[in-house]
């Protein structure tokens, strides 16, 4: 080949030579294939910021299981479980049976920070064990930081069955729940 | 000899023709350094590097046997820690590689800072230090996850709780950060994917930046105080520390960081086995809520400020704190370019670091007695000392066991037994008049919850009457100061 070193601006002034042209057609075909892998990468990694939240009806069982004007625990599975979820699927919650189908669920996030909170029969009291926040038993807000009372799930009941609209980690940026 | 050593020579001289040995070392581990920079104080940079190193191969090894999937993380780690050979030796080692990474760093950067080296012309230097320090302390939370265990779920829940308070997207945000609207199996994957390729990557590429900068521009000289750094002079300064006092940095000026080296080394080993691994702690298993989520060591300062910050600051400064952190950061060589570099000559930047330092430290107290928990099982388990029970009235031993039973105790201590969220009872009597008490008791507020609601009258009377009783002897109760002729209740 030429002993001479390349002189890229050789064609100063005159149509560009079929090297620049191919240095060209090579950066546009990369930047198409870039953008062809590039795009579904990124829909890829933020579907899950695009994906709604679809809440389902989640039973609870059967309303005699909680007696009235008592606060109990009960837990459901993730309506969006998958196989290999392990314990993480069993979601926990409180509910409150006021009077007959007059019920509260609450979630077991605190409204703070999301820690789980407890339940004291004794002094009707909801209490977090991460920042002190404190609930009365309707999940008004009694002490501490968190900025609102305690998150209740939208339910019914069908059949004596006692139903939650749920499949969501409940935190203050969804307000229907 | 001689001829063996003409061998050896010529091999070396073989090689060195093909791979340009001699060339990288005058371009990299030779490169001339200031005499002075052979310092105790300059120690830091290199032993986070090492850390970092510690942490890619006992991670790489740990990574052999841990299953990243919600159903198997825990047991598999239970396996290593108990049963697979050496596992809790790796653990333990991957576990004080990272808080030493942590801590050396922090070391690095303040040293950075009080010596004024990120000024011109190491802009660049600082801003990509900054970077890692974000990524450092992005692995730091992600390892923690890795556990798995009840303070990983539980600290996930912590971290989504934050992300959904960003206005117009949390929900988005949330779902981003836990591959879902709930944490479950993709939020393990997304955050082992994080903590294994995506973060070790970012500190590989941007410590090749930081070392470049390191070559390219130098090492920063010792300051001496009154030389003061000008955009125009500096270089040329540097140039002539370089002629009159430069040595290769190997191995002329490498001696400290060797033996700063063996002693991170000598540390992490005797941690890890004095010490062994951290946790796992119960399963992640949202259902047994009898926890207390406790961060790791490093960022027990942030869990003390979300639970002392007053409420309206809140989202502002979780959400923004570490956005205003960063700016200032990224800012700090560009508005402190020039000027003083000895820690000597800048009272500022000295107090800064005290400040930091000391807010740091005792916010991680804080967080370490986290006295605003109640005591969940104080009701259950706080005695009370014989002194708060003798010689008290029926009526004031039915309040004490209203007192007992109602939880009050996990919140209030009687003398130092008990919650420490609201205020020890031991003296209260000294302190309120039975009028206070009672609307006190009954309407709550400063942070207590109202009973009203759940005491009987009778309840309140006999609760009043205690706390009455409590002060130290020979203290009369408190009087109504608005009512100064009159006697004191009792």
Avoid at chain 1, 97 to 126: M, Y
Avoid at chain 2, 70 to 91: S, V
Avoid at chain 2, 150 to 173: C, K, N, S, T
Wanted: a neutral charge; hydrophobic letters at 45%.
């Amino acid at each position: 080949m030429n002993d001479e070193p390349c002189k890229p601006c050789d064609c100063e002034g005159k149509k560009p030579s079929r090297r620049d042209f191919l240095l060209w057609i090579g950066f546009g075909l990369n930047a198409v294939a870039g953008a062809m892998i590039g795009i579904p990468l990124l829909g890829y990694v933020l579907s899950a910021f695009f994906k709604p939240n679809p809440l389902t009806w989640i039973s609870l069982g059967p309303v005699d299981q909680f007696p009235e004007g008592k606060t109990r625990f009960a837990s459901y599975e993730n309506p969006l479980r998958r196989e290999w979820d392990g314990d993480t699927s069993n979601i926990p919650c409180w509910v409150r049976r006021i009077k007959g189908n007059d019920f509260q669920v609450f979630a077991i996030n605190c409204t703070h920070l999301g820690c789980p909170v407890r339940w004291f029969e004794e002094s009707r009291l909801f209490m977090c064990p991460c920042h002190g926040g404190a609930f009365y038993e309707d999940g008004g807000h009694a002490a501490g930081p968190p900025p609102r009372g305690l998150y209740t799930y939208e339910l019914k009941v069908e059949n004596g069955t006692l139903f939650i609209k749920g499949g969501v980690l409940p935190n203050l940026s969804n307000q229907n729940i | 000899m001689n001829k063996l050593l003409n061998i050896a020579r010529s091999a070396f001289l073989w090689v060195d023709d093909r791979l340009h040995i001699a060339k990288l070392y005058e371009s990299t581990a030779g490169h001339h350094v200031p005499q002075s920079s052979g310092s105790w104080f300059y120690v830091f940079g290199s032993a986070t590097l090492l850390c970092f190193m510690i942490q890619l191969a006992t991670g790489i090894m740990l990574a052999m046997v841990y299953v990243p999937s919600a159903a198997e993380a825990y047991t598999t780690l239970e396996y290593l820690t108990f049963q697979q050979e050496l596992g809790w030796f790796l653990r333990a080692v991957h576990f004080w590689g990272s808080n030493f990474m942590v801590g050396i760093m922090l070391l690095h950067m303040t040293q950075v800072f009080l010596f004024g080296a990120y000024k011109y012309p190491r802009e660049i230097t600082w801003i990509t230090g900054v970077i890692l320090m974000v990524l450092t302390l992005g692995l730091a939370f992600t390892g923690q996850v890795m556990r798995f265990d009840e303070d990983a779920y539980w600290g996930l829940g912590i971290g989504a709780a934050i992300m959904g308070r960003v206005p117009f997207v949390g929900e988005q945000m949330v779902n981003m950060m836990l591959g879902g609207p709930i944490i479950a199996s993709e939020t393990l994957s997304r955050f082992f994917a994080l903590h294994v390729f995506v973060l070790p990557g970012g500190v590989l590429a941007i410590v090749s930046i930081h070392l470049r900068m390191v070559l390219t521009k130098g090492i920063n000289e010792y300051p001496q105080p009154g030389m003061l750094v000008r955009r125009e002079t500096y270089d040329k300064e540097y140039a002539a520390i370089l002629k009159k006092e430069g040595v290769p940095f190997f191995p002329k000026a490498i001696s400290k960081d060797l033996v700063a080296a063996s002693i991170v080394i000598f540390g992490i080993l005797a941690c890890a086995i004095l010490f062994g691994p951290e946790g796992p702690s119960g399963p992640a298993d949202p259902v047994q809520i009898n926890t207390l989520p406790r961060p790791d060591f490093f960022f027990l300062w942030i869990f003390a400020i979300a639970a002392l910050m007053p409420d309206w600051i809140e989202t502002p400064a979780l959400l923004g704190g570490p956005v205003i952190i960063g700016i200032i950061l990224f800012a700090l060589p560009f508005f402190n370019g020039t000027g003083e570099k000895s820690w000597r000559r800048r009272p500022v930047a000295v107090i800064t670091v005290i400040l930091t330092y000391v807010s740091l430290g005792l916010l991680t107290y804080l967080g370490h007695t986290s006295p605003w928990s109640p005591d969940m099982d104080a009701w259950k388990s706080a005695e009370t000392p014989l002194e708060f029970v003798e010689g008290r009235s029926p009526l004031e031993l039915q309040g004490l066991l209203v007192i007992q039973s109602m939880q009050c105790r996990n919140c209030h201590a009687i003398d130092g037994i008990g919650g420490h969220r609201g205020p020890d009872l031991a003296d209260v009597g000294s302190r309120l008049t039975k009028a206070q008490l009672i609307r006190q008791v009954i309407q709550g507020g400063g942070n207590m919850p109202a009973y009203g609601k759940n005491l009987t009258p009778d309840q309140v009377e006999a609760v009043v009457a205690y706390m009455v009783s409590l002060r130290p002897q020979g203290v009369p109760p408190a009087r109504d100061s608005s009512q100064p002729g009159q006697a004191p209740m009792e």
